[in-house]
């Protein structure tokens, strides 16, 4: 029995309409619920190929891939394809014409009925739930009078305009909070900022020249007119996410004149990523991109024409950060047996009855969650002893026990003398831990030596709510900090001991990336997954990335190909370098050229106390620099957000 079957389904058939097994952008909706349901990526990935794989003895991601891989007789066929075909009995043309039939066409004019609906909830409604407001200095919020509405709508639905006036008005409160849902009646469970970016975006990229210009003007007064209480930290969107908007905006634009010539194309409809508004533009969403964030209805030449975008703020793209579990499930395709036996238990552990309650429960299940456990620390022995996990936090514990134990009264009096700017330094300020460290000296102080974990951990809880040995840690490390600034020698060498303890596992942690394979190849579906390069070089989709523009011409430019299996064959991991980062590069055939296109690095949130690691891949300075130069040689005006010539892109990037 597949495990949450019903909600699986419901949620699928939410996000794409009337479910095709066949369709490729379904299949991709499918995967990412099925991870979200805690799914390991290779179930995943076995489940979905066995859907695709039940029509055909070779399934590629596109038929002209099927068929060079089928041998003579065998059939073939493509997620995309609605047919199975046999190798050498094709008629002329079939395949093609195929193809074409399950291109993306709009099914209907956009429903200006829907466009023109006001937002719900109504003004009345929002008023009696809406969140903290933000102060302004003359009391009044920002307000977009019926002819402004007017004015700026037409080709987005209307609601947008004062959805992104409550944004504006509203404080944040953390980093999801408040959800998009306090604004409209909209699915969204994503960063507040970024779901209101991707929003605010859409509608700057569907404004003609004079209906951005009074945008801008508009929320730059409201800028100017909030109280100088308010902080960058208490906007949900801030003139940087204005800016980005406006670079993403040139840089569509560009790319639409460099695709389709100037005067030659026109926005006639626009649409965030939810159902109902892309199907009000005209779209049947069971075909839309699985990381486009806005859609675009094009007139071209009098051909309507679909642009599905990915947002990015700017070139800060976080690839991934998997955690340690993850890494350890990677080394469990050394063993064949025991890779199995996991994603049984995972399998059972998910398992639910017709009234949605857990099949195996008690005992039985202490019994899975156990083995699960032993499964994945059964290998970590391929990692070695410095790259483990387990190894450096039993250092880290034994470090910070010895430290404390030795604490003396001598040091305790050190302690009981700092001054507040003695809290303030910058380690403490970086890593917001100078409250807490003066509020921990306040009852440390009052403790005599020897002192125990236990009686540490004691008062941890009683003044912070939270125990165990990772905060014993990191009161321990943070003391010390504080003390080697006060001037005490045993502290000094206590950090130097706990970061060389760091240093020394991240960089055998990141060694394995390259001497173990089944790591390696399990970064590399990570980052397929997080930066689409195929449906870039296909075309399917576009992303921006502020004003810097990726898709398939500059994919093409960058990697002298539009072939992503190439692409794929011939990516490496490569390092350390200077700063320990270990780089992930593409080799591009024929030349001396290589592109790297990843940082690869393990970070420990807590220096020195943090027990859960995790593998971070970042887009690499070098890609940043193809892709804006690659912009540039194809002609494109590339948007400037610097406020500098020293911050430009062009000062940044533009030399190759």
Known sequence: MIP????????????????KPTNIEHLEELKSILIEEGW????????????????????????????????????????????????????????????KSTSKEFKSDINKEYFNSEVDPSDEQYEKQKPEQLETADGKPLKFSDDEIEFLSGKFPKKYIKVLERIMNTKKTGT?????????????????????????????VSMDEKQFNFLEQKLGEHFDNLSDSVSDADL??????????KGVRQGVSERYDDYYGKGNWEIVGSAWDTKDDVEGMGFDYSKKGFSTDAYFRLKVNGEDVLDELSLKKDFDVALSQPGVNEVFYWTLATDKDDKKEYDEIIEKLQEVDDAGKQVVRGKNRSELVKRKKELLEKHQNIIGDDGNPSVRTKRENESSNKYLKNLNQKQLDLL??????????????????????????????????????????????????KGGQKYVNKATMITARLLSHLGDKTSTNHVDERIGITAKFTKAFMKNIVDVPEIKDGILSTIREKFPLNTLMSGEETMALGGVSADKKVMKEIFDTDNYDEIETNLEVSGPNEKGFYQLLYKVKGTDKIVNLADLRARQRGI?????????????????????????????????????????????????
């Open 4 to 19: 949450n079957l019903q909600k699986i389904l419901k949620e699928w058939s939410y996000r794409v309409g009337v479910i």
């Open 40 to 99: 390991s990526y290779d179930v995943t990935n076995e489940f979905i190929q066995n859907l695709t794989e039940a029509e055909a003895d070779v399934v590629a991601p596109t038929l002209k891939q099927a068929r060079e891989k089928a041998k003579k007789g065998q059939t073939y066929s493509s997620p995309r394809s609605n047919q199975v075909y046999t190798r050498g009995k094709e008629k002329d043309g079939e395949e093609q014409e195929t193809e």
């Open 176 to 204: 999801f909070e408040p959800n998009i849902k306090s604004f409209i009646n909209a699915a969204g469970a994503g960063q507040i900022s970024s779901t209101a970016g991707e929003i605010m975006t859409m509608m700057a």
């Open 236 to 245: 949900i969107l801030d003139r940087d996410w204005i800016e980005s908007a």
């Open 416 to 465: 009981k003398s700092a001054k507040d700017d003695d809290f303030d330094i910058p380690i403490l300020k970086k890593t917001k831990t100078n409250k807490y460290m003066k509020t921990l000296a306040s009852e440390l102080t009052k403790m005599s030596p020897p002192i125990s974990s236990e009686q540490l951990n004691d008062v941890i809880k009683k003044l912070f709510k």
């Open 608 to 656: 020195g106390y943090s027990t859960t690691p995790n593998f971070e891949m970042t887009l690499h300075e070098d890609f940043k620099g193809e892709l804006y130069r690659s912009n540039v040689s194809l002609g494109r005006d590339v948007h400037e957000p610097g406020k500098t010539e020293k911050s430009s892109l062009k000062n940044k990037y533009g030399r190759g």
